[in-house]
């Protein structure tokens, strides 16, 4: 018995030192790096690609994706789960095993049904493990650190978007099962990384934070990821009954009207985000390996966006600058309907020039939204960003179940024209 006990507290004592010793990054920020590599950038790309090759259906893509982003939607429940029970390592681990283990069966099946339960399992362990790995910061660091702390573990799982997608361009000539091989053995050593540093369950430093009171700023820095797939994973907390009850004071108001475009235009743009490699491919002849590379420019310039769109919203206000990022990506969509409308030459250059200014305006539409979420709400800002995330992936999962009979019936080509309408509606209920 006193050895355990000696063994707990050198356990305990070595977790601190590295801590200590890391400032405002941690070792097992890696492990953050490879969820964003994953979910943010190899599995929205080969997903898609491998459902297509193997089934007869194009709707089939929908459902699946649908079932990805499905299963985020109880991640909050986790994170309580977690904090009530002392569970964070169990959870932050089980949930990377779990992805392993589904993503190396993905490959494996070649029907909707078992697709639709191993894309939903995905979703709910990728759910768990960016959930807890917030918990980690505000559960345990000092209140004065987590805009540092968050900021770096979010800019770690940007840069794992990044490598992901530059990882994803190397199997997409075909080499589905090794690219997902591959991911599987990421996911397991992110479980081999992500013990070190990590604070113990027993020794929570914060207690009873409620999250409705959260100060909204530490998650503005954070490189927050495109819904192409995991739109909840910006803002995996969970939201308090009270703060709910407290929405109704403002179910007339500007916040409401803010809830809406941001539903309407995740609603809009799901679809084009469940098929945009194949998209690419046969509507505008753009190889996947040219796709993924042309989505990790993007991104790459986008991780500086963040910053510059926050400045933008301080001289400009939060509203306009929204505005002006569902312009720019209309823009981006405009471009890549003129070849469904015109035939011109050099069409694969014009649309992925479309392609990469879609993408250039999530940065700006995610952290204007973000700002104008905790300035519009009537209640707690850590409430309205929870709210602001989950009412996106909701609408997320209804655009893309909405999507799939339709482009069974029509064709790629209608995911552009429901991407313009969520867009413009979104506009619309933006003015004034």
Known sequence: MTSVRRLKQSRRRASKLVTARCGPVAPWYLAYLILGLLTSGMLPFLLPLV???GSQSLGTVAYVTGAYNLGLLPAPLFGMLAERQRLYRPLFFGGFVVLALALAAFPLVRSLMPWFLLALTIGVAAGVAATIATLFIVDFAPRREWESRIGWLQSFNGTGQ??????AGMFAAGNFDTGFTVAACLA???VAVGGIGLPLDGHKQIGGNPLG?????????SAQLDPALGGLLKHSHHLQKAALQGLRKGVHGAFCRFLL?????????????AYYPLVMRESYGSPPVITAIAYAAAAGVGIFLFVATGRLAIRYGCASVFQAGLALRLLGFALLGVPFVIAIPGATVLALAGFVLAMLAWPVLSVSGTNLAA??????EGAAIGLLGATGALATVAGTFVSGPLVHAFGYGVVLPLSVIGMAAAELLMLG
């Open 188 to 190: 397991l050593v992110a």
């Open 261 to 273: 475009a941001w539903s309407a235009y995740n609603f809009g743009v799901a679809g084009f985000f």
């Open 51 to 53: 459902v297509a090759g």
């Open 375 to 380: 300035r519009l709400t009537p209640i707690g």
């Open 162 to 167: 990044l490598l992901g997608l530059l990882l």
């Open 213 to 221: 009171r959260m100060p909204v700023q530490p998650l503005l820095p």
